[in-house]
């Protein structure tokens, strides 16, 4: 039994918000939250499936609130982040340090001329047919992924900012991301 299996249950019970959460990636934690204020026994899917038939409506209601609280106060925590990440973008964008601003596109630039020396190379030797050195290059796969999936992994961070700065500067406002969205509809679901 997972915390899934109790989501239409808790739905049931009046707590459609937290219900969807238990049937969703943060279902453990939504099960905490629901454990607690049931005074489950343990906080799990079990235990919590014994109270829920005697479970007091006001007690599912608190868990219900406790778990809007607790999306809420993510989203602030996330609010905050990027707040102070704009600030710092915006500050390395009215910069006139040549380095501040153009870190990041170096960063792929030389990256990218990583990737194509090193396909040089490997082209090189295979047309030479040195058969040591492609021995040498496939032995060295695994740590040639894990440093090139860190390297354009810090890249992909680097493109999602650049383009939120963009969207940042046409429109004036941050982009939302998904716990913002996530608590702007829990706000329209509790006004409407």
């Not at 050195?133 to 796969?141: D, E, R």
Request: charged share 20%; hydrophobic share 45%; with cysteine.
């Amino acid at each position: 039994m997972d915390w899934g299996d109790l989501a239409k249950q808790v739905i049931g019970l009046g707590a459609p918000l937290l219900g969807s959460a238990l049937g969703g990636p943060l279902g453990g934690a939504a099960g905490q939250i629901l454990a607690t204020a049931l005074g489950s026994a343990s906080a799990t899917p079990g235990a919590v499936q014994a109270t829920l038939p005697t479970a007091d409506p006001a007690k599912v209601a608190e868990a219900e609130t406790r778990w809007i609280e607790t999306i809420r106060a993510e989203a602030e925590t996330q609010r905050t982040a990027i707040s102070e990440t704009q600030t710092t973008m915006r500050a390395e964008m009215a910069s006139n340090d040549v380095m501040q601003r153009w870190w990041r596109p170096i960063y792929a630039f030389e990256l990218t001329f990583e990737c194509a020396a090193l396909w040089t190379v490997l082209v090189h030797e295979f047309w030479t047919g040195d058969v040591q050195t492609i021995n040498a290059l496939v032995g060295a796969m695994t740590l040639f992924v894990t440093y090139w999936g860190f390297r354009f992994g810090v890249l992909g961070v680097y493109i999602s900012g650049r383009t939120r700065e963009k969207v940042c500067a046409a429109t004036g406002q941050d982009t939302p991301g998904v716990l913002e969205k996530l608590v702007k509809a829990v706000a329209r679901k509790k006004s409407g």
